[in-house]
C-alpha cells in the first residue's frame, strides 16, 4: 500500500531561519511521483514541485530545495532565509505512475509558522 | 485564468439535508477529483473521474455520489448529510499526460448541524 509520512507536525522558526520538512514515503511501485503543495492562511493548495522516482537530481528554485533520496524513501524540502510569507501547511503526497488514475495520496500536512 | 471552481465557498447544511458541490475547470483537463481535508488528516481521495463519461471509488465514497456531467463539470453529491460529513472539500483537474500535477480549485467548507 502507498502512505506518505510527515512526522513533524508543526515547526516554528524565527525569520531567516533556514527550516526542513521531512516526507517519508512507501510504495511498492518501482515508478511513481513526489509532490509538495502549500496551502496558506488563505486556504488554497499550491502545487509546488512534482519529481519523478527515476531522477534524484536535487532541485533548488530560489529559496526552496528539494532533496529525494529513493535509498531512504524520502524527499526533504528545505526554506532557506525563511521568510513570514513562507508560514503555511506544507503537504507532501505520492502518486502511481499506471494508467490514467494518477490518484494522490497525501500526508497530514506540516504547519510552518515563521515569526518575525 | 478561472482554472478550477468551486461553488459555493461556505455552505451549512442540517443532519438529513442534501447539497450538490459544484466544480467546474477550463484547462481541458481529462481528470477530475474529490477529496475532503480534516484536520490532522490531510487530503483524502473521495471520488475520481479520469475521463468524461467514468467515475471511481477513492479511499473515502461512503455518503457521496458524483457526476461528471461533460468534460468541464465534476459534481459531488450528498444524499443525506451528517455531522461527519463536515469538512473541507477540494475538487482538481489534471491533464493526463505525462503524470501532470493536479490543480486545486479554493475549496468548499461545508458544516452540517
Not at chain 1, 503543495?37 to 533548488?60: T, W
Not at chain 2, 459534481?75 to 503524470?99: I, K
Request: glycine share 6%.
Amino acid at each position: 500500500a502507498q502512505k506518505v509520512t510527515q512526522a513533524q507536525t508543526e515547526i516554528s522558526v524565527v525569520e531567516k531561519e533556514d527550516v526542513t520538512l521531512d516526507c517519508v514515503y512507501e510504495t511498492r511501485d518501482t515508478t511513481y511521483y513526489l509532490f509538495w503543495y502549500k496551502q496558506p492562511p488563505s486556504g488554497e493548495l499550491v502545487f509546488l514541485i512534482r519529481r519523478n522516482s527515476f531522477d534524484e537530481q536535487n532541485e533548488i528554485s530560489g529559496r526552496y530545495s528539494w532533496n529525494f533520496q529513493k535509498s531512504t524513501s524520502s524527499f526533504n524540502f528545505t526554506i532557506t532565509a525563511s521568510q513570514v510569507v513562507d508560514s503555511a501547511v506544507y503537504f507532501c503526497a505520492l502518486s502511481e505512475a499506471r494508467g490514467a488514475t494518477n490518484k494522490l495520496i497525501f500526508g497530514t500536512g506540516t504547519l510552518l509558522a515563521v515569526q518575525p | 485564468n478561472a482554472g478550477v471552481t468551486q461553488t459555493p465557498k461556505f455552505q451549512v447544511l442540517k443532519t438529513g439535508q442534501s447539497m450538490t458541490l459544484q466544480c467546474a475547470q477550463d484547462m481541458n483537463h481529462n481528470s477530475m477529483y474529490w477529496y475532503r481535508q480534516d484536520p490532522g488528516m490531510g487530503l483524502r481521495l473521495i471520488y475520481y473521474s479520469a475521463s468524461e463519461g467514468t467515475t471511481d471509488k477513492g479511499e473515502v465514497p461512503n455518503g457521496y455520489n458524483v457526476s461528471r456531467l461533460n468534460k468541464r463539470e465534476f459534481s459531488l453529491r450528498l444524499e443525506s448529510a451528517a455531522p461527519s460529513q463536515t469538512s473541507v472539500y477540494f475538487c482538481a483537474s489534471r491533464d493526463r499526460r505525462d503524470n501532470q500535477p493536479q490543480h486545486f480549485g479554493d475549496g468548499t467548507r461545508l458544516s452540517i448541524l
